[in-house]
């Protein structure tokens, strides 16, 4: 039997499948609908599956989401430039981009 997985209570059930279904961009929908599965006691391996993520990704989504309070999803920020203005915030379309290219990596 795999071992039980540790979800940050950040957000409810309900709340993430709300954010699942709201989001007009399919890569963070994919990623709030693979948290709302392991909230509901789905294994990640299944959940993954049936989100059609990559399990390493997929173990990713949760630790960021647990590590960050599920702000970022797995934002690959830090330190990039081509996300970060002069004072170190991000930009919309900075983030956007990197969200995306990290999406189409999990999806290769």
Do not use: C, I
Request: proline content about 5%; glycine content about 6%.
């Amino acid at each position: 039997m795999p071992r039980p997985l540790h979800l940050e209570p950040h957000f409810s059930a309900d709340e993430l499948k709300a954010r699942y279904r709201a989001s007009q961009d399919p890569v963070e929908s994919r990623r709030w609908h693979l948290l709302w599965l392991v909230h509901t006691q789905t294994t990640l391996t299944d959940a993954a599956k049936a989100v059609g993520l990559n399990y390493d990704y997929a173990r990713d989504v949760v630790r960021d989401y647990n590590r960050d309070r599920g702000y970022r999803l797995s934002w690959e920020v830090e330190g990039n430039p081509a996300v970060l203005q002069s004072g170190g915030e991000q930009t919309a379309a900075g983030v956007k981009a990197n969200f995306l290219l990290r999406g189409q990596m999990a999806l290769a």
